[in-house]
């Protein structure tokens, strides 16, 4: 039986979306939702996730576990604030057992080696100009040592000065 869900409102305010044990099959609409953070669709019967997913920028948790996926698109390591992700219990077929349980950094990263260098490159230079930082993929051009900084500090890790033989903080930091 097919069972889609396509009654996502449209919406700038709304937040998350939970549709667990729904017995879906199918997803549609989440486009209508661009600010969305949290989308939880455990314990459904989805085969495929939609490729709208890929274009929700501001996702930080997405849960598909206990679901009929044989696969999750690679392209989903490239959303930068995604930082819970759940597969578990599914008959996942080309990511490793040891990664299904994997915490989202590592998941991530695993996911990313399966896309071609140049679509991380394009993907996260279009990131960083939607941010306003610099583009630390250029391989021709020297970087400034403040800019590698910044760009770590916003992306939540720590700004870490240490051995870095600095004369002086840059105005940028602040």
Partial sequence: MFREFSAVPRSDKLDTISLGYNQLTALSNFENAPKLTVLDLHSNKLEDLPESILNMQGLKTLTVSNNELRDVNPRIALLEELVRLNIEGNPLKAIKP??????????????????????????EAKQSAARGMPN?????GAYDQWDMLIREFKQGTALDLRNKDLQEVSPKLL
Avoid at 103 to 118: F, I, T
Avoid at 136 to 140: E, H, Q, V
Wanted: glycine fraction near 6%; charged fraction near 35%; aromatic fraction near 4%.
């Fill in 98 to 123: 040891a990664m299904r349980s994997a915490n989202a950094v590592q998941l991530k990263k695993y996911l990313k080696m399966r896309l071609g260098e140049d679509e991380v490159e394009v993907e």
């Fill in 136 to 140: 630390m993929t250029n391989k021709g």
